[in-house]
């Protein structure tokens, strides 16, 4: 459907006056016209690195199909509403006109065809008003540097892509792999999405991507997990454990001591985050003392605790999963449990610390993206535009916003491309983007299809508020990198595992 | 003498761990063990009773031994209406029940999840905690095993010495007789059913402060409380579950305090195995036969 040279290249550049306007009707005045020669001119004059780009204009006709597969029932739902939610509130915004900022990092040429160009970041006014935080959270007169920063969701000149509008598939997962399996080869073959975004659990992920890879389809996956897939298809925007462990644990053994007690949930994301912990506590001085996985089903921990209070750690990592698990706190605190704890999945997703009673999370530790208490003028923009749309929702989470920030990418690097043809649209993702996403700024990184992140550690105290005492504003997702992974130049559709490397070997 | 912290500790785990199992299990027992319903809303049914405790005491304000038993009621009440419109239908049909259960759990599952959202604030747990050396017990499971040990005495007494006791296992071992001896089966069938609904709502509340309180949460008990009731066996429901949920704490509380939680699941799974195996009927029937043999030898 692409590619018909037809003379009637407006049709996807019927930019549309009122960005509000939702009924974009494809009839077309002439200023709307005008406005959108002016669009193309500016294509043509994008810089020769993205000259490979295609600005074949083609005509598509009808919406922008982005398909999204999340669990909307059964036992994941707890998680995949919120994702669900998000992939809403961007498409909405997208329809409505409205992009975030961002573009092709480094070149300020390349930035006018996604609309804007990128600014530097920069840290309070010149160096007088520069604020600092100290580690509780409130200002004060030296600690971590602090800059407050403006909504970055912007006008994007257009209604939808490229003058189409945006129709979002969101089919139910069900919490189940076959399920999965079957609405993935549906969007893909029947209702042709221009690009899928799915998955929470690795298993599910991993049920599906054969498929993506059998039909070459554009798929990003959100969600935060252990790492490891090189995968020519695939885009991952979830923080990975080089971007969460590391920072974490070298902090937490700073603080509080050397003798690391992790108990992880039995599964891919929990052995390979121990594995990550195991390979990296001794190059920072850490000590990994005990080491418990528990099987996903296990919903009592009274022996766990007893196992934890026999090895005396001066911390626990705690990587523990889905509800049943998350039973562990209030029990821990019942017990008397009372070491400090790191994490990177409690809290920002099961929003652990408003269901439970204090003090259960006292001296929680977190290492996220993002998390819905972050102090800064974009995210509070955020969480204030998602509950207008959603006032009943409990929470926004990690993943969430993950999701969110992915549609807005795509339709970023749609615009880079000019057109829905998803090879086309992978290069554009492979041209070096950049957003502005309500976690901070987020760079697509070319060679490995991976996002660098804008990591906080969180914390929540007795009474449960949340404060931030630590953050690193960019982490590249560097270990696929040091693997040799390199997308760009070498196509490949696999999933690599700590033991390919020999960091992690003995 | 001074007694070992590590000892102390596993007393106190080998407790909990039973405790829980014979809680998960409580419903059950009476549902499946003694009306051989195959009920997979078992767990949807102490969900329920979860949900109603934290109800009554975060938003009603109930104090929580209250809210309790409000769940009781209120989920027996539930399970009144269930036994008179829907399982009634399917007594004697055992794979009949399974399926009708089945959907049943997908319904109220899915249907707290659409009207009450993902999680529910928890209740927080009642009690602190007492520590021995460098061990600490939460008092809260303490005063579960005790409330534990009270229901099986409750449960004992209530089939051993009472009317509807004496009814209930008339009842149940041979329905058309009972009937022809003036017993009301159909009223017996319906308060069996409300009194196991009832005590999965209880259990339900009991365990709630320990758990996260969503919708699913009950599928967490269904395989700890089909494992026990099934290795208890149907020959005296009460003292098997008894039964097996002390011997399969008793060995995984060692099994996983010395290799971890996973390995003591897998324990508890092969002992689970191998008791069926060994006892085709559960171990309450093998205590029967043993006592039956002893009683035996001793006339002769």
Redesign the interface.
Known sequence: MKKENTPDQTDTNNVVEDALDENADLTFTRRTFLKGSVAVSAGIAAPAYLAGISKSFAAASGPVKIGHIEDLSGNLAVYGVQKDHAAQLAVKEINKGKTLKGGPAGSGGVGSLSNYAVNPPVMGNGDKDLKFVNDGGDLSGSGMAFVEDEDVLIDSGESGILGREVELLHPDGQSSNNIWQQLTRKLIQEDKVDCLVAGFTSAEREAIRPIVDQFKQLYIYTNQYEGGVADSNTFCTGAICEQQVIPVVDYMIQRFGPRVYTIAADYNFGQLTAAWTRAFAPVVGGEIIGEEFVPLSVSDFTTSIAKIQAAKPDWVFTLLVGSNQSNYYPQAAATGLEYPMASTVNMAQGYEHRRFKAPSLDRMYNCVNYIEEIPTNRNRAFVKRWYEMFPDDPYIGQMAQNTYFSIHMYAKAVRIAGTTDQEEVKRAFESGLHLEAPEGTVFMEPSTHHCSHYIRLATADADHNVSFVREWPSIQPWWLQRLGVNLVRHKEYKQYIPDEDPFFKG | MELDP?AL??I??FG??AA?LFLAALGLIVILGMMNIINLAHGELMMMGAYVATIAHNQAGLPFPLAVVVSFFSVALFGTVLELLIVRRFYGRELGALVVTWGLSLVLG?GT?LVF?????????P?????YG????????LVLIGISIALVIGLYWLYRYTKYGLQARATMQNAEMAKALGVPTSRVYTLTFSLGAGLAGLSGALLA?????????G??FV?PAFITVVVGGAANVISGAVGSSVLLSAI??PI??AF???L??VALLVAALIIIRIMPNGISATIQKLMDRRRAASIS
């Open positions: 590590l500790s596993l106190y785990q909990t761990n829980f899915q999840f959202g993902p999680f529910m604030p928890a209740i927080k747990i009690g602190g905690s007492y520590s460098s061990f600490s017990f939460s008092e809260y499971w402060p320990t758990s996260t309180i969503a919708p699913f949460m599928q967490q395989a995984k509380t996983g305090m971890g939680a996973f003591g699941t």
